[in-house]
């Protein structure tokens, strides 16, 4: 059973980035059959898609959110990661990383989900 644990700083200032890792335990982060994304939840309101990374690398990224957003993936490590920039205390949210079925964009899978709040 595939499990996810997302990582990092919980605060972070205003105007820097934001950086979390996922790990991802049984199962590969390069299987054909899946995709690997960052979705949050700000605080009083709904999730939010932030962006994917297939299987074979690559990234596709919310619109509202690509201009500030990149997702990358080690695959040496079984992990793949979220740099957000730029950030404000609108960014402040509970962060997931989740497994997405490629073929039917359901996403089965989550972490637990980290808090980072962003202030000076």
């Known amino acids: 059973q595939v499990q996810l644990q997302e990582s990092g700083p919980g605060l972070v200032k205003p105007s820097q980035t934001l950086s979390l890792t996922c790990t991802v335990s049984g199962g590969s982060i390069t299987t054909s059959y899946y995709a690997w994304s960052w979705i949050r939840q700000p605080p009083g309101k709904g999730l939010e898609w932030m962006g994917v990374i297939a299987y074979d690398g690559s990234t596709y990224y919310s619109p509202s959110l690509k201009s500030r957003t990149s997702i990358s993936r080690d695959t040496s490590k079984n992990q793949f990661s979220l740099q957000l920039s730029s950030v404000t205390p609108e960014d402040t949210a509970v962060y997931y990383c989740?497994?997405?079925?490629?073929?039917?964009?359901?996403?089965?899978?989550w972490g637990q989900g980290t808090q980072v709040t962003v202030s000076s």
């Open positions: 989740a497994r997405v079925v490629w073929s039917t964009a359901d996403f089965g899978s």
